[in-house]
């Protein structure tokens, strides 16, 4: 895969680092649907044991919420990917179709509006792809806090909060993380 050249169209002078587009691509396309899985799995035991969780109906919405937003960012990523190729690609694709072949700075233009549309279809995947992971870690919190009869609920307890200063060190991470590549 090339690497992304920077542009300043429409005010927009972001330029994702050398590894970005693989490192997007393994997390939108192996990491999220795993994660959704596994929102969709603790979903399916929060709803089929509703009398060991202390808040069965909100943590099944929000697991439901947090597989629907990872899904969502799946969706996102694929149509953004499709707009990420290199220049060598687009050029080769317009020669090899038409054999008088097509003016170098039309296939610049078209290259530079794909690129465009990649960026700004990424970023969307991104914030929906951190959001399913910030709400994951929310539903997977609000599975361990433990019913009012429950016989472990320190430990469960404990377990939450693990689980919800986790979610917290993840989310100033992301924040940390996205400020550093748009910079």
């Keep these: 895969m090339a690497r992304r050249r920077p542009t300043q169209q429409n005010g927009d002078d972001y330029a994702p ?5 693989a ?13 959704t899985a596994a929102a969709l799995s603790l979903a399916g035991v929060v709803a089929g044991a509703d009398d060991e969780f202390r808040w069965p109906g ?18 996102l990523a694929y149509k953004a990917r499709l707009h ?3 220049f060598e690609e687009l050029k080769s694709h317009y020669h090899g179709a038409r054999p008088d072949g ?19 279809g990424q970023r969307r ?3 929906a792809y ?8 929310f539903g997977v919190a609000a599975s361990l806090a433990p019913p009012a009869c429950g016989m472990q609920a320190p430990w469960r307890w404990t377990a939450a909060g693990i689980v919800l200063v986790g979610t917290a060190a993840d989310t100033i991470w992301v924040f940390w993380t996205l400020r550093d590549t748009r910079n």
């Design 17 to 21: 680092k050398l590894g970005y587009g």
């Design 23 to 35: 490192a997007s691509k393994e997390a939108h396309f192996v990491a999220a649907p795993l994660l």
């Design 58 to 75: 909100a943590t099944l919405v929000l697991l439901v919420i947090t597989a629907m937003t990872l899904i969502f960012s799946m969706q």
């Design 84 to 86: 990420l190729f290199s």
């Design 102 to 120: 097509v003016p170098e700075e039309r296939v610049h233009q078209e290259y530079q509006a794909a690129d465009t549309r990649w960026r700004k």
């Design 125 to 127: 995947a991104v914030w």
């Design 130 to 137: 951190n959001a399913g992971t910030g709400l994951l870690g």
